[in-house]
């Protein structure tokens, strides 16, 4: 009678899906302090990061603005550029490609050839001057179904507490102390290096300050640049707060509330820092609407905006979790070979987390190379935005893992990129639309940059629209695609339009051009070089644009002639080729490498990110495989993100076993005691790209069909996943047993046909807005 009475509840309610969500922990937690910033816990809204250090002695926050970059709004395109193309692309057909790159290093690399770093703001220092002593129970942890990062541990017999998340709808970062017997005595600080001065005032702490950068043939001309303010408030509970020097001194206090926001005078509608806006005064705006709220009002709030994102996903590969053990304990066990499948639910789970953090409202940025965290003044790589792999495997998983709001800064931050963009379309290729190179910063530069060899990638531009067109995808929302997709699409097809120009043999070709960032050597030479026409990845990216921009143009019923001309272009284009060792030929010749081990494997562009090469064009798909084992057989993917990249091609491959081997040397390789990815040093897009290959493993949708399960590893017997959003506006959760599909729910938003497949069965079925469909192991409804 009990298991009927439970059956009815189950059919009756929607308690049923609830009780059907794995439940399992998601936390990181830690039995010590962290000592380096790896250790740190991340927590972030898109706007303003912290990474809480859990420390008993003095308590370190690092804190980020996402905005706070040095540098400054300038034109780097080469003037010469456009008056030498004719002639550099000359050289390349001729082969004479030292001549090519000499002229090229003068005339097309613009100045100043680098762009300046994103730095951290500074950190907040707890000094608790009464806590010399040992401590007992210690614990901190990360929850990533709630966003909150918690430390605790009993010292002299006394409970204490910290709880640390950064609000999005309240904008601040906010930090509860407690203790259970009154006795928090601390000291607070907010520190900076360089370029800020801290005031104290009546329970707060103010830093003002202004990027000062120096004068370098590198970076270009120095100056006083983005201004930027921080302003924390503190009340206690049941103690005193009092002024002191630049510090604010709290005695006696059960619980301690911190208020903590940040601002610059970035605006992103000029792509500069803009003088009518007052850092300071921002701050006082969001902190006064804060301060009058209680921390259990703040914290409600906060948990209720991060769970209507982060618990959409529901994901489980195991019945016994491992969150009893700490998970930098964990971490080493599965480096040593032990299986924790519950560890790669965390993964995947703390990818869609790093997003939310660093990708959404109230920020204006995209992610950069560290999300939106980093501790330097001048990080690797200036925490960029690289356009070559890595801000594009920043959003791999952005609308799959059903976050679609992540895309936002990303869409509107191109919006505006077309400006600058177009600029050095016209101005170094003559060319109508806009484009820009492998590297940029919230200054929007988008001239050659960093050499030669690093920066001939105007194919960036036309790789990055792409990604608009993913978007509409996977929502049909045609107003989207009208008003904010199409003119950028459409624009970044117009400059490759016009900057292909004919080899001797009558295609169509991309000149100058590189493939990322590897090198090859001309017959008979043994001097590696980049530069080149026509590279595999520069003629793929061409192809799905032209593709995609003749849907798009189909779909929002535009005239024929621009559709038609595009249509000619793409039968010009070069065919993707395999080479004479059976690799996919990534130069337009078949030239020797110079790495055949190179991180990026640029060529495979077609089998993913793109959908070029599949189980359709049977010899390329095999080339393909081909090309990644030629790469790892010379120690390819020793980077954190290549081997992520690799994770999603083998998933495209249906190779499920050499999909999730590649996941596992993710984890054991490339992966910090914070589970930040490692490039190393720290580099997010791993994390990013690691979870979009564990989306790819149990469904794809870029073939026109929903696939279902095409790489689902041996190891993972038994699980579901709910959630997931396939490309045609649906959403999709997948059941399985003894490693074979038991269900499948797809959501339809739309009316319309839906095709899903599963093994060799493919089935087409009308749905209706608004309801969902299940099937059966054999697809059957
Ligand atoms: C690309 C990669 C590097 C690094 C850098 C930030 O250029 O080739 O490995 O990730 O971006």
Known sequence: FRMLFLLILCIGGSSCNKNEDSGHPLRLWYNQPA????????????????????????????????????????????????????????????????????????????????????????????????????????????????????????????????????????????????SERGSINASLSLRRERDAIVESGENTLVMKGQIIDQDSPESGPGGA?????????????????????????????????????????????????????????????????????????????????????????????????????????????VIDGKDDPHLVELYFQYGRYLLMGSSRAPGVLPANLQGIWNNHLEAPWNSDYHTNINLQMNYWLADVCNLPETMDPLIRFFEKMMVPGRVTASQMYGCKGWTMHHNTDPFGRSGLMDGIQWGTFPMAGP?????????????????????????????????????????????????????????????????????????AMDIQIARELFMVCCSASEILGEEP??????????????????????????????????????????????????????????????????????????????????????????????????????????????TLPNLFDSHPPFQIDGNFGGTAGIAEMLMQSHAGYIQILPALPSTWKNGHVKGLRA????????????????????????????KIKYQSKIIEIAVEKGKSYSFGPRLEI
């Not at 540098?71 to 057909?93: M, T, V």
């Not at 904010?484 to 490759?496: C, E, H, T």
């Not at 393909?624 to 998933?651: D, V």
């Not at 081997?661 to 993710?666: E, K, Q, R, W």
Request: aromatic share 10%.
């Open 225 to 333: 640049h983005m201004r930027f303010a921080a302003k924390m408030t503190a009340k206690a509970t049941g103690g005193t707060i009092t002024a002191q020097g630049d510090s604010l001194v709290v005695r006696n206090a059960s619980a301690l509330l911190l208020l903590l926001t940040a601002a610059t005078d970035y605006n992103r509608e000029l792509l500069n820092y803009d003088r009518t806006i007052d850092p300071l005064l921002l701050c006082e705006e969001i902190l006064g609407k804060a301060e009058v709220r209680s921390y259990s009002n703040l914290m409600n709030d906060h948990v209720a905006d991060h769970q209507a994102l982060f618990d959409r996903i529901d994901f489980s590969i195991c019945n016994v979790t491992q969150d009893t053990i700490p998970t930098d304990i964990r971490l080493r066990q």
């Open 35 to 178: 000592v380096e910033w790896t250790e740190a816990l991340p927590v972030g809204n898109g706007r303003l990061g912290a990474m809480v250090f859990g420390k008993t002695g003095i308590e370190q926050i690092q804190l980020n603005e996402e905005s706070l970059w040095a540098g400054s709004k300038l034109d780097n395109n080469n003037p010469g550029a456009l008056s030498h193309l004719h002639e550099i692309r000359q050289l390349l057909l001729d082969g004479n490609i030292p001549k090519a790159l000499d002229l090229s290093n003068k005339y097309l690399l613009g100045t100043p050839p680098r762009i300046r770093s994103y730095q951290t703001l500074g950190d907040l220092f707890i000094n608790f001057d009464s806590r010399s002593t040992k401590v007992e129970d210690y614990r901190r942890e990360l929850d990533l179904r709630t966003g909150i990062a918690l430390t605790r541990f009993k010292q002299n017999g006394e409970k204490y507490t910290e709880e640390v998340f950064v609000s999005a709808p309240d904008n601040i970062v906010v930090i509860q102390l407690r």
């Open 727 to 754: 490309r045609g506006n649906f959403e999709v959760d997948i059941y399985w047993t003894d490693g074979k599909l038991k269900k499948v729910v797809v959501k339809a938003f739309d009316n319309q046909y839906c």
């Open 561 to 670: 002639p621009f559709r038609d001309s595009i249509r000619t272009a793409m039968n010009k284009l070069p065919p993707t080729r395999i080479g004479r060792n059976g690799t996919i030929m990534e130069w337009i010749e078949d030239y020797e490498e110079a790495e055949p081990g190179h991180r990026h494997i640029s060529q495979l562009f077609g089998l993913h990110p793109g959908t070029q090469i599949t189980p359709e064009t049977p010899e390329l798909y095999k080339a393909a495989a081909s090309t990644i084992e030629r790469r790892l057989a010379h120690g390819g993917g020793h980077t954190g993100w290549s081997r992520a990249w690799i994770i999603n091609f083998y998933a495209r491959l249906l190779d499920s076993e050499k999909a999730n081997d590649h996941l596992l040397m993710l984890l054991r390789k490339s």
């Open 463 to 535: 790789w990055m629209a792409l990604h608009f067109w993913e978007h509409f995808s996977y929502t049909n929302d045609t107003a989207y695609l009208r008003e904010q997709a199409w003119p950028i699409l459409k624009g970044s097809a117009r400059f490759v339009l016009d900057f292909l120009s004919e080899d001797k043999k009558g295609q169509l070709v991309t000149s100058p051009s590189y493939s990322p960032e590897n090198a090859y050597f001309m017959p008979g030479t043994t001097n590696p070089m980049q530069l080149t026409y026509a590279a």
